[in-house]
């Protein structure tokens, strides 16, 4: 038989013969999907717990927000309300105070905490109609009920692309540098067999395990959460294959030179970390600066979780994704060309 | 006749400070159909020689051809011709015999099937098994399985025995010798001086990167002078005179003390042996120790380098 499809072969028997590789290739996403999205689901209706400051006419605003269902009161003297603000326990103090012999209430609270505007609002609006407010007129209220704007809508392009990319470390440069270890490269490079045919098998073969483990991360946010495709599927897998390909690639010339298991995690590590954290795969990168912005777009993770984004939440086309597109191009050549320069092929 | 392998003052300096000098200077040929042997210590250069000529190392000057044909210009027609098992080669742990073989038969463009392969190192009973699940002595057979699987002229095997027990290295032995004998060539290195003088047809022992001697084992052996060695070892030690003495012993060649073993070779030892008795009684030294052999290629390389090989 011709040596690609050998090669090819050999390398997928060797990768499910390896029953806890097979599971963390497989299943991990599947459980990170799974852990992340029950944790950030979204919740149909929220309660906020917020505190009524203990003095002699607290009892007014405690008596006005019972029964409310978004709202859970605690009557609490000052100092210990402060600590339960700090420790985000409560989202909102309030104080009744009298000014002038008129009642009016106090708010405290940290805007920048999730939820503490919200509740702020809603307490004001149901304390200012207990005293007298009048609506000047009644709004009518839809609840927009439609999958897609999920944080695990949001997750799983990100998902996927931490997919591709550890497949890609694992999968290539790791695999080199063990064979490199093992002497197998060099004992391979007694034998006739080409470069060329070997390194292709290896990307093949990386190209093969990625299948199952992109087709079943998706069957699986979609039987639990109704995560969708809205572009169309031929652009997701067009984006999949060539980040694939791009992960290869930078494997490869991660795994070009070193001879021992440490150098070769070093360097995976060195690549992989930062990307985990500023390319947008659990948070999107707009928190960062906007002047770090174009380098965080230029990195290898960026494009492949913006463009999946795109094309599957906003059913954005392919064309769209041109700059995406070519920055992941010129993350296949760049390190595929440097990893053929100074492949270590005999040592 | 024809050539498999010819060198000529081969050299190879790895950099550094100061730079080693791995093989300084090395000229041998190999005839077609024959096994050549490189024996040495650790050290000696002989790995470094044997993958310059299988094309895994580029010689810092010198020429090398095999199989009538130059490394720079001829390599993938040479590596289609020649069969490679190198030194500490880890072959995939989860395929088994045969899958291993049909992926290096893969790379060739002639060559035997997997199964025949199988065959010649007498594996078929193991060939669905796992690489890992094989003993040492069957790992080293498939390493010389994937050297035969393309049907080679001419094969290199790297200290195809280091570390087996007694049995598996002669189950090697048969493989090889099954190989030289459909007048294939072998050029292997080996630290076992019965692998060489059993297998070989001639030798070249290496010392320090450069050939000390070179012949077919029994003219190396016939070049001391001495075909028999008597060791022994004894309860005080020998003076200066003693040994003067026991080297007028007619047919005594040399006499030397290594540890507290002294070793005589020699030519006649039913006329040796009674002398050496006497003269220890007269001194009243007792013997602790006796023993009388056939010299062996080791001996050879004590005579050239006045240092013992490591041997096990």
């Known amino acids: 038989m011709h040596p690609i499809p050998t090669i090819t072969i050999t390398r997928l028997k060797e990768f499910v013969r390896r029953p806890e590789a097979v599971f963390w290739v497989y299943f991990f996403p599947v459980l990170m999907i799974v852990v992340l999205g029950v944790a950030f689901r979204n919740q149909t209706q929220e309660t906020f717990d917020i505190d009524v400051i203990k003095n002699d006419r607290a009892s007014v605003a405690v008596r006005q927000l019972e029964g ?3 709202i859970a009161a605690h009557l609490v003297d000052a100092a210990e309300s402060s600590l339960r603000l700090r420790a985000g326990r409560s989202v909102l103090a309030v104080t009744v105070i009298v000014d002038r012999g008129q009642e009016g209430f106090a708010y405290r609270f940290d805007a920048k905490r999730p939820g503490a505007l919200a509740a702020k609002n809603i307490v004001d609006d149901i304390l200012q ?7 000047a007129f009644t709004a009518e209220e839809t609840q927009f009920d439609e999958p897609g704007g999920t944080y695990v809508d949001f997750l799983v392009p990100g998902l996927l692309g931490i997919g591709l990319m550890g ?39 990386r190209l093969v395990f990625m299948i199952p483990q992109i087709v079943l991360t998706l069957l699986v946010a979609y039987w639990m959460f109704d995560v969708r495709i809205y572009g169309s599927v031929g652009a997701v897998i067009f984006l999949v294959v060539l980040g694939a390909f791009e992960f290869a690639a930078l494997g490869l010339m991660i795994g070009s030179r070193a001879q021992t298991v440490e150098t ?23 928190r960062f600066p906007e002047f770090f912005h174009p380098v965080i777009r230029a990195l290898p993770l960026t494009p492949i979780i913006d463009s999946l984004r795109a094309v599957m939440m906003d059913g954005d086309s392919l064309w769209n994704q041109w700059s995406e597109i070519l920055v992941m191009l010129a993350w296949c050549v760049i390190p ?10 005999r040592e | 006749m024809q050539i498999a392998i010819c060198c000529e003052n081969l050299k190879k300096t790895y950099p550094g400070k100061p730079p080693v000098e791995a093989v300084r200077g090395i000229s041998f040929s190999v005839n077609a159909g024959e096994c050549y042997g490189v024996l040495g210590p650790n050290g000696a ?41 190198l030194q500490e080669t880890q072959l995939s742990e989860r395929l088994t015999v045969r ?4 992926l290096f038969r893969s790379f060739y463009s002639d060559g035997i099937s997997a199964e025949q392969a199988v065959e010649r190192v007498s594996l078929t009973a193991k060939r669905d098994v796992w690489v890992k699940n094989l003993s040492g002595g069957q790992k080293q057979r498939l390493a010389v399985a994937t050297a035969l699987v393309g049907n080679p002229d001419l094969i290199f095997l ?26 294939k060539t072998v050029m292997l290195t080996t630290h076992y001086m019965e692998e060489a003088e059993r297998l070989c047809d001639r030798v070249a022992i290496f010392d320090n990167g450069e050939i000390i001697t070179e012949g077919t084992p029994s003219a190396l052996i016939q070049s001391l002078g001495a075909e028999h060695v008597i060791e022994f070892a004894t309860d005080r030690r020998l003076e200066g005179g003693d040994l003067e003495l026991l080297r007028q012993i007619e047919t005594v060649d040399q006499v030397e003390m290594f540890e507290d073993q002294y070793r005589i070779s020699l030519g006649h030892p039913h006329q040796v042996l009674p002398q050496l008795i006497d003269h220890l009684s007269d001194k009243h030294i007792a013997m602790t120790n006796l023993a009388t052999r056939s010299a062996t290629l080791e001996d050879v390389f004590v005579a050239k380098t006045g240092k013992q090989l490591s041997s096990d």
């Open chain 2, 99 to 102: 899958e291993t073989l049909k």
């Open chain 2, 45 to 85: 250069g002989k790995t470094t020689t044997i993958e310059i000529l299988e094309g895994l190392l580029d010689a810092t000057s010198g020429s090398a051809e095999v199989l009538g044909m130059n490394w720079g210009t001829s390599a993938n027609a040479i590596r289609q011709r020649i069969g490679v098992s």
């Open chain 1, 264 to 286: 070769a995690s070093g360097l995976m590590n060195f690549v992989m970390l930062p990307m985990y954290t500023l390319c947008g795969v659990f948070f999107s990168y707009q």
């Open chain 2, 158 to 183: 790297d200290e195809p025995t280091t570390g087996l027990d007694p049995s598996s290295r002669r189950e090697l032995w048969e493989i090889i010798e099954s190989f030289t004998d459909s007048g």
């Open chain 1, 129 to 135: 109609a207990a005293n007298g407010r009048v609506d």
């Open chain 1, 336 to 345: 595929f060309s440097i990893a053929m320069l100074i492949f270590r092929w």
């Open chain 1, 68 to 70: 409310q269902p978004q």
């Open chain 1, 167 to 205: 497949g890609g470390m694992w999968g290539v440069g790791y695999a080199i540098v063990d064979m490199r270890i093992r002497k197998l490269l060099k004992r391979f490079m007694a034998t006739p067999m080409r470069r060329s045919h070997f390194l292709l098998s290896m990307l093949l073969s």
